[in-house]
């Protein structure tokens, strides 16, 4: 069924859209303002509209309704765009205009006439669904249930190991306090949490215990929960539903008693209700599962265990499928070859026995059996009606209808723009959703992009890959089968089109996303570009797919991974006028003078390119954010004119990734000017005169100048300089302030200004040697959190009594380990070492 939540994500960005039409930069024309106007005022009656027909509104008529009213506003989103466009258009110079009159656009008064007759038909569309909406009075969500314990089989594999490490939590340690311990059990759906809770309930260790209970967390109402754990301990019926009375009847029927209670699917609001019903001491265990991150940590935050579900390995995820792929006992020779299979399942129990107990139906699967399922994946879940692959398909549903709002569903979905077990870098996809719209800036919160990255790594519903010391992550992925749960979704929804050598590809694409040569006739090629917001080429793209003539409404454009990407067709993309990120890679060399006229542009990422050389147009482009790359500037002729438009404060750089340092006029000169700057990377290089390093010590000086107010400004400076000589640092002086800093060069002694830096977070340190005496002065950071050494050569460190009280991470990457000395009153709240 089409999703309505996905709908009224897109409302509330066409609404967004609509208060940009009415911004000054866009000229709203005359005669729109009315139509805008009602637009405005209505668009937010469909998301009420959907949102009340999701409680119990009919789902054939809810289907139809929703079919209709995307259509609409998809016209009208393709309508606000190219008024947009047109806006944009006008203010190009006259010679801009000459060279791009060929490109098709709309008039003023086509533009018009489409605006009134699009409020006309939202008007019959919202009539039409008020008058055939059902009625309702139910205002209760569907009972959930808890999942795992449905899905996975008692033979599970792999689970000797974390159960044996959770038996050691819940056995009775001697020598130590007699208390409450809470076990939280948390993971990506699927992974075997009931199972594994369900093994340390029914062990010898879970048989100990005085008082036991198994109960569902799923109930929505904390009451409930506590009457289900009174009812299993045999407590006599209570006729009320008062949860402060609930609460103490269960806490002194618990009294002086050792209990053990498993709360399977425990929700995100519940534990700190029920929390006071439980004794805290006789040594009693309480086991929590759940597949949100902070309820594992709330629930466990004194005195707790949390253990993180891990995704089976190659051998176990082989066995298991084995064992339910083959009938009856199997041997070696005639094992099926599935490595396609286990890729595709990515380590996942719930998808290793649901496609296992698919096949088995094909009595002996063969390779080629597994190479099918794999390739049609998603095909089979949609067309297939199997009561296996249905259950899987539940579990999946259910994930993905829990995210709390429908903007995160729609920047979930977004992960299917990328191809399965494909690495994303958290900054390119969060760039993206607030490029597409996705997401809008708020005075509650400045940076929505990472608040929902959080959110969906909260659910663990996407994979990290690799994390910083820091605990950020920079690259994840989505879980095997539920990347194609959402592949399939999205395709189904028109959110994405996709080639990658499958099917279901409309005419119309609004976001297109190629695979590894995935259009296989390029004389069948048939989607009308000129829509397509988003478009990313993973691979060859093909004549069709780079002819940028074909398209106008594009703000999103990911070719860092394309592998036929030329220079020459960089002058068309400078005419894409709407787009918001850009991202080049194949064989781009340098940039036209023209990308200035992509004034929208917030993202522009160099780093998989050729290109060393900046025009200094793109720094004077005027909403520019980010800027990735490795380059210099050697336009002087330029140099006046871009101090002028810096100086003038219209400048809305923030990072800058960054620049290099030699013999030539450069960024050094035009750091001071760029107010607001917060990540700067710099590479020195050899060639680099005094002259030159004075120059960039003033601006790196004036960088770090500590205006005592920047306690939340998450400035960061990254320096490398193994090419020339670290003295320049020597002259850098307090007050100053970075919240991280990372120094890569030939460090014989740690600059003065590191240990001046007012509350330092974050160091990266690496050098061919680190002496004692560098390290020592490292403990006197006391505001530092997270450190990091890199040397293939590290002098004792001794790390005394009381010294970095603030450190969370410490990680040492070194060609001949040496281990620091730690005294007794150090390091007392580290978390993590690596």
Known sequence: MKDPGLLSAFVDNLVSRLFSLVEEKYKLYKGFEGDVTFLMRELPMITSAIDGQLLGQDDHILRLSVEELRHVAHEMEDCIDHIMYDASWDQQPWYCKYMKSGRKRKSRS????????????????????????????????????????????????????????????????????????????????????????????????????????????????????????????????????????????????????????????????????????????????????????????????????????????????????????????????????????????????????????????????????????????????????????????????????????????????????????????????????????????????????????????NQNIIQPINVSINTKVKTCKTYGMMHEFITLKSLCENFITLFDGGELQPNHARRISLHHNGITDEASFNIDLSLVRSLIVFGKAGKDMLNFNKYQLLRVLDLEDCTDLQNDHLREVCNLLLLKYLSLGGNVTSLPKEIKQLKLLETLDLRRTNVKILPTEVIQLPYLIHLFGKFKLRDKAMQDELQKFLASGKCKLQTLGGFLVDESEGFAELMGYMKKMRKVKIWCESSATSTKLTTLQKAIQEFIHDEKDASNDPRSLSLYFDGCSEDFLKDLKAPCYLRSLKLQGRLLELPGFVTALRRLRELYLQSTKMTADLLTALTNLTHLQYLKLIADELEEIHIKDKALPRLLGLCFVLQRPTFPKVEKESLMVLKQTG
């Not at 935050?301 to 009938?327: V, W």
């Not at 199997?330 to 094992?335: A, E, P, R, T, V």
């Not at 139906?361 to 998603?378: F, L, Y």
């Open 110 to 457: 086509q533009l018009g006439e489409e605006m009134q007759h699009l409020r006309y038909r939202l008007e019959e569309a919202l009539q039409r669904q008020q008058r055939y909406s059902v009625s309702h009075s139910s205002s209760s969500q569907l009972a959930q249930s808890s999942w795992d314990q449905h899905v996975l089989p008692d033979d599970l594999v792999g689970i000797d190991a974390p159960l044996e490490e959770l038996l050691e939590q819940l056995a009775e340690a001697e020598g130590q306090p007699k208390q409450l311990r809470v076990i939280s059990i948390v993971g990506f759906c699927g992974l075997g949490k009931t199972i594994l809770a369900r093994e340390l309930y029914n062990s010898e260790i879970g048989k100990q215990f005085e008082e036991r209970a198994w109960v569902s967390g799923t109930h929505g109402d904390p009451g409930e929960l506590l009457s289900e754990i009174l009812r299993q301990l045999n407590k006599p019926d209570l006729v009320t539903s008062n949860v402060n009375q609930l609460s103490a009847d269960l806490c002194n029927f618990l009294n002086n008693k050792r209990y053990f209670i498993v709360i399977d699917g425990m929700r995100s609001d519940q534990w700190s209700i029920v929390k006071s019903a439980f004794p805290r001491d006789v040594s009693s265990r309480i086991v929590v599962t759940t597949k949100i991150q902070s309820v594992a940590n709330t629930c466990s935050s004194t005195h707790g265990y949390i253990h993180k579900m891990r995704r089976l390995d190659e051998k176990h995820s082989k066995q298991l499928f084995l064992r339910n792929a083959c009938p009856g006992e199997y041997s070696d020779y005639l094992q099926p070859d599935s490595a396609a299979i286990l890729n595709k399942c990515d380590g996942q129990p719930l998808a290793l026995t649901t496609v296992g107990h698919f096949m088995r139906k094909k009595s002996w699967p063969t390779g080629q059996d597994c190479e099918d399922v794999c390739n049609k994946a998603r095909f089979y879940d949609l067309q297939s009606g199997d009561d296996t692959l249905d259950r899987m398909h539940q579990v999946l549903t259910h994930d993905y209808a829990s995210l709390p709002s429908h903007a995160l569903k729609a920047c979930f979905l977004y992960f299917a723009m990328f191809p399965s077990n494909h690495p994303v870098r958290a900054k390119r996809i969060k760039s993206q959703w607030i490029a597409e719209g996705f997401l809008q800036p708020t005075n509650l919160c400045n940076d929505p992009a990472a608040e929902n990255f959080e959110k969906l790594m």
